[in-house]
């Protein structure tokens, strides 16, 4: 079956960067989209904002206005392992993160949006604390 395991995360102080993994198994195929997302106190699941997006068959991404700049998603296929590299960390950026994986569903042209994606697979999520 599918899984996708996280590790990383922690606290830092503002400014400073931490990297999420997430492994991923079970998947067949590359033609899945996996994302990056986070939920802050108070948030229902269905309010996890979406932050980076990659579509893996061909290492395409894609980033919310919040992290573009900061954040960078990127891929290790031959560890079947997905990266969220945070810099120049912000107080708003503390939030339980989780990775998604689902296979791409809608294509705008020859765009994948993966940002569209309805994930129903999750990982377990890892709490990011950043302190001023």
């Known amino acids: 079956q599918v899984q996708l395991v996280q590790s990383g995360g922690g606290s830092v102080q503002a400014g400073g960067s931490l990297r999420l993994s997430c492994a991923l198994s079970?998947?067949?195929?590359?033609?899945?989209?996996v994302g990056w997302f986070r939920q802050t106190p108070g948030k229902e699941r269905e309010e996890r904002e979406g932050v980076a997006f990659i579509y893996i068959a061909r290492g395409t991404t894609d980033y919310a206005d919040s992290v573009k700049g900061r954040f960078t998603i990127s891929q290790d296929n031959a560890k079947n392992t997905v990266y969220l590299q945070m810099n120049s960390l912000k107080l708003e950026d503390t939030a339980v993160y989780y990775c998604?994986?689902?296979?791409?569903?809608?294509?705008?042209?020859?765009?994948?949006?993966?940002?569209?994606?309805?994930?129903?697979?999750w990982g377990q999520g890892t709490q990011v604390t950043v302190s001023s």
């Open positions: 079970g998947i067949t195929t590359d033609s899945v989209c």
């Open positions: 998604a994986a689902d296979g791409i569903r809608l294509w705008v042209g020859d765009t994948p949006r993966c940002d569209t994606t309805p994930f129903n697979f």
